[in-house]
């Protein structure tokens, strides 16, 4: 079983949907959640960061984090065709020797005008 | 701008020769990975350096990969005796003196045929 399951998608939304992506994590260490988003043959961008549970708020960006449910979440408001892309979720443990990230496999957006 | 440039962005190589990538941290990064990925997945960690001093590699970095960060700026990534399994989208991220968010460069995409 891999440490952070992600549906891999794709998902197709029409422009102006709700957007829900999730991600479910087996090591209850993990402290520090982030949401990336990368475009085709680019690296990955952060998109959101939170710490422990709780929801953070960016524009039209919503980040869920349920730590007693292991489960995070990604709300995109008003998709945009411009948010097609690939949505990857990381995880890292607090106070860890290296603080590496570990990646989703990413869900695959498509949004269409 | 992500702070990070990443040398080159393609690289072609036949099956059995050496390749070296080179990453650039734009402003001065202390902490420095190398992630790769390869289609339909998400990053997986190679190898970190805190300044000069490489202080975790994954098993994924077999013998034939070697990694460096002489003097704490820039680093490189070799791959000694390509093989078809290789190609993928090699990745440097850097991340700032205090917190656990990473930034990535564009990658390197390397075809071994």
């Known amino acids: 079983q891999k440490e952070v399951e992600q549906d891999p998608g794709p998902l197709s939304v029409p422009e102006g949907a709700i957007v829900s992506l999730n991600c479910t994590y087996s090591n209850s260490a993990f402290q520090y959640f982030m949401w990336y988003r990368q475009y085709s043959r680019k690296g990955p961008e952060l998109l959101m960061y939170?710490?422990?549970?709780g929801n953070k708020e960016d524009g039209r960006f919503t980040a869920q984090v349920d730590k007693s449910s292991k489960y995070i979440s990604l709300f995109i408001r008003d998709s945009q065709p411009s948010d097609s892309a690939t949505y990857l979720c990381?995880?890292?443990?607090?106070?860890?020797?290296?603080?590496?990230?570990?990646f989703g496999t990413g869900t695959l957006l498509a949004v269409q005008p | 701008d992500t702070g990070v440039s990443q040398d080159p962005r393609h690289k072609i190589t036949k099956r059995g020769q050496n390749v070296t990538f080179r990453c650039d941290p734009i402003?001065?990064?202390?902490?420095l990975y190398w992630y790769r990925q390869t289609l339909g997945q998400g990053p997986e960690f190679l190898t970190y350096f805190q300044n000069e001093a490489q202080l975790e590699k994954s098993r994924l970095l077999s013998d034939r990969f070697s990694a460096e960060r002489p003097k704490g700026s820039f680093s490189t990534l070799e791959i000694q005796r390509t093989e078809q399994g290789d190609s993928a989208m090699y990745l440097c991220?850097?991340?700032?003196?205090?917190?656990?968010?990473?930034?990535f460069g564009s990658g390197t995409q390397l075809s071994v045929l």
């Open positions: 402003s001065e990064h202390n902490r």
């Open positions: 990381a995880m890292s443990v607090r106070g860890g020797a290296t603080n590496k990230l570990i």
């Open positions: 939170t710490y422990s549970s």
């Open positions: 991220a850097v991340q700032p003196p205090v917190g656990e968010k990473l930034f």
